[in-house]
DNA sequence: GTGAAAGCGCTAACAC
DNA sequence: GTGTTAGCGCTTTCAC
């Protein structure tokens, strides 16, 4: 089949090229008759516009950039899944780039944008990074960047997140409800925007309980889930001053919580009681059912592409520091439960 | 910051914009000297080629579309993964598609891949498609298509695909030897090929068991989950003949019945064996540890994603009709496990 | 209301 | 080895 550009509808047609182009997008400078000659035999044709041909006149293309550390995660699947029903609704498209949390990676893939590969940027960053040169550099080329969930610290650019220091204390304070005597907190290396807050609001439910903040036990874990399991293991083997309280500040942490206390047998929520960061739907079926807090994910995504879309519609840069703020909620299951 | 072009490098190193455009690809036909002097410009300015506009001298955007019916499913999110990590490899990128399951929302999709958006495209077809004149529409304007997991039955193009006949008999026989006397198997409406295969497989067990392929209870399912919980409720409420074994053809309706045996009471595995489809890192902590058949996601992606290059690369049109089959595996758990 | 022409950024003959 | 030029498909003044 041949390729059917706007020349050749111009030639058949007997048309000029910027008569059909006008007509295509329904310009008020072209007569109702011809317009319609033109829509029906485009129609008829399959004719769909080259988009980056466009492009190059209007610097628009219609794609945006969705760069997270992982897919394999049910927050960032279900991110992704309100960010493209918004990218759907804006005809928009969508390209997703995977950093597996590893800054330099990220750091290439931006580098990337610099010209006109994307219109604008969804992006939550990896860990690692304590600058981030690659995200002021894109700034200054005018290229619109939303942070959702993890934010680059310090950078000024429109936000959409959950209430991470109040999850962090909600879930330590859940815990001490329950009766635990040391809660540990497994964070994430990296220097990452959420598990800071987490960290934070965990600190302030221990010290609010006139614990000194001090005592508070924090595991750092990697992007390596051998070595978290082993660290793990390490700490929960021991025999005394075990924690008898975890929080696991990711989703793929909370699984290996769950794994190494099966392999140790270590009954939860008996001898340790589990609150976890994930929206995994199959949270409620797991043995025993997990304690989480639940980041409203979808309406997450769907928002900073809302935001997004609002920047590279109206050219009006509203205010860069913008943030929104949706809640998380705790769903208190079996994993805290005290025994009966 | 201004826009960078190869006009600007051009301009200020007072050479031919042909000539910059032949060092930065590295042509033979230019000096060391030049090509030093053009490569470490560019380097300086931070120059970055615009995608598109090559792309439309050469007809090649970088970009490879996925469509796939939905993300938040670990076959998909794993699929994904793999996909990415040959598309970094190959300095490509990726445009993901979300069909909700819908032929419709598809069928419109693919349209827009019509005139250059993307070179080449993975797809995982949507239940509900009869017939695909949006793929083979794509086929003739030579756009190269690779299936994966969930092929076009009746369409010629690569694919990468799991054993499906063979795990649903795998799955059926596993439960037979377990004791089941009444297995049903939950389907999901709208002619797929892997729910076809695995159904197959399903019947096949059942008959080799000398039992009547007739005797098999199809439960077909659609993409409502409400829905779904509603007819799976009234089959497993009735107290007599209900079944005392289900395979879940795809992993949501493997979370449905966990939830509806636990709602109900029903336990598992002592009334009710089950064997899932799925790929969750959670499986095998669920309660009870569910029974998998897993295929290998990651993989599946990757192949499909070289696969899609090759075809790319070598304009050489290999054998259309060429399928990679990579098997899948039945991990035993406590699902399925005999009482004691 | 319609057309001619220039140009977006880049590539590839083809000249010199 | 380097420059000139035409053109990829489209949009947008500016004439008519």
New interface residues.
């Given amino acids: ?1 041949a ?2 550009t706007i020349k050749k509808i111009a030639h058949d047609l007997k048309l000029a090229v910027s008569t059909v182009s006008k007509a295509l997008s329904d310009s008020h400078e072209i007569g109702t008759d011809t317009k319609q000659r033109v829509l029906d035999y485009a129609n008829q044709m ?8 466009s ?2 006149k209007n610097s628009r ?1 219609g ?1 945006i950039a ?1 760069v997270i550390p ?5 927050f960032f ?2 991110a ?2 309100g960010i ?1 029903t918004i990218a ?1 609704e804006k005809k928009s ?6 950093t597996q949390e590893n800054q330099a ?1 990220e750091k290439s893939i931006m ?2 944008f ?4 994307v219109d604008g940027i969804l992006i939550s960053v990896a860990g690692g990074n304590t600058s981030y040169p690659h995200i002021r ?1 894109l700034q ?2 005018n290229i619109p960047i939303v942070f959702f969930d993890r934010v680059a610290q310090g950078v000024t650019s429109p936000r959409v997140v959950t209430d991470d220091f109040e999850s962090g204390y909600k879930a330590t304070h859940h815990l001490l409800e329950k009766g635990c005597k040391r809660i540990d907190f497994l964070s994430l290396s990296g220097n990452l925007s959420i598990i800071d807050a987490r960290l934070e609001g965990y600190k302030k439910a221990i010290s609010d309980r006139g614990e000194s903040a001090s005592r508070s036990h924090v595991i750092v874990c990697t992007n390596d889930n051998v070595h978290n399991e082993n660290i793990l293991a390490s700490l929960l083997e021991r025999k005394e001053n075990r924690p008898d309280g975890i929080i696991a500040s990711v989703e793929k942490l909370t ?1 290996i919580t ?2 190494v206390c ?1 392999r140790l047998g270590i009954s939860i929520p008996d001898e340790m009681k589990v609150v976890g960061f994930t929206s ?3 949270a ?6 997990l304690t989480t807090i639940t980041q409203p994910a979808f309406e997450i995504g769907q928002t900073a592409a809302k935001l997004l879309f609002e920047l590279l519609e109206k050219k009006s840069k509203q205010s860069p520091n913008k943030m929104v703020l949706l809640p998380s909620l705790l769903h208190e299951r079996g994993s805290t439960q005290i025994k009966t």
Avoid: F, W
């Fill in positions: 089949m390729k059917i399959n004719y769909v516009r080259n988009a980056y041909a492009s190059l293309t794609n969705v992982e897919v394999a995660d049910s699947a279900l992704i899944n493209e759907q498209h969508v390209l997703i780039y995977l990676k580098e990337d610099r010209n006109g590969r550099d200054e080329r699984l769950y794994t099966t995994l739907p199959s409620a079926l797991l043995q025993p059912s």
